[in-house]
């Protein structure tokens, strides 16, 4: 069975600050990979998702992940946070041939001014 | 525009009294999922359905039902709620490929927010 870990609940930083947002995932198959982001008040919207290829993935707003196999990673980053990047974000695993995704328990990314 | 919608955003109701919550997309897509969430245990599945009159439970269907008798609509449906079901409720939809959808992207709704007494 599939699983998602998101050891981080809640993550400050300061603005124009990097961050990276930790995702780590067990599958004993090939798995597909996304981020979503869930804004205040809002449904979640994708972000970024890995399918096969390039291990580093660019998705909107300037986000970017890396997937690791060895490391059975997914980890989220962004060079420069800015103040609307608050919100809460969500990692999800899914494998072919089945209808389910796994999220994790999200992390709440809260940017400083 | 694309979307999905749920009606209503905010419900507050008590013990034992029946509600539905409406779930409906404007893209064609097959699968549709109903998800509840809540603090520290992130996004679970309640139930889903892989195309009209096909449904299937999720991992925390128990006091909920679900039909899908229109491709477009996936409604959830509390019988008896009880203040453990109270949570942010989300619908989404995808459409499954031929390769089984699991690398497709879900579109959400924005939410219901459910408060049972």
């Known amino acids: 069975a599939q699983s998602v870990t998101q050891l981080d609940s809640q993550v400050p930083v300061f603005e124009e600050a990097p961050v990276e947002l930790r995702c780590n995932y067990s599958?004993?198959?090939?798995?597909?990979l996304f981020w979503y982001v869930q804004y205040p008040n809002q449904g979640l919207q994708l972000l970024l998702k890995y399918l096969s290829g390039s291990t580093l993935v660019k998705g909107i707003n300037g986000f970017e992940a890396e997937f690791n196999k060895s490391q059975t990673s997914f980890h989220l980053r962004k060079p420069s946070v800015h103040i609307s990047d608050t919100a809460e974000y969500f990692c999800?695993?899914?494998?072919?041939?089945?209808?389910?995704?796994?999220f994790g328990t999200g992390t709440r990314l809260k940017v400083l001014a | 525009e694309a979307q999905v919608t749920q009606n209503p955003r905010y419900l507050i109701t008590v013990t034992g009294k029946k509600l539905t919550v409406t779930c409906s997309q404007n893209?064609?897509?097959?699968?549709m999922s109903w998800y509840r969430q809540d603090p520290g245990l992130g996004l679970r599945q309640i139930y889903y359905s892989m195309n009209v009159e096909v449904t299937d439970k999720g991992d925390v269907p128990e006091g909920y039902k679900v039909s899908r008798k229109e491709k477009r609509n996936f409604p959830l449906i509390l019988e008896s709620p009880s203040p453990n079901q109270t949570s942010l409720y989300f619908c989404?939809?995808?459409?499954?490929?031929?390769?089984?959808?699991?690398?497709?992207?879900?579109?959400f709704g924005p939410g219901t927010r459910l408060t049972v007494l």
């Open positions: 999800a695993v899914s494998t072919s041939g089945t209808y389910k995704y796994i």
């Open positions: 599958s004993s198959v090939s798995v597909y």
């Open positions: 989404a939809s995808r459409k499954i490929s031929i390769s089984g959808g699991a690398y497709d992207t879900q579109y």
């Open positions: 893209m064609n897509h097959e699968y």
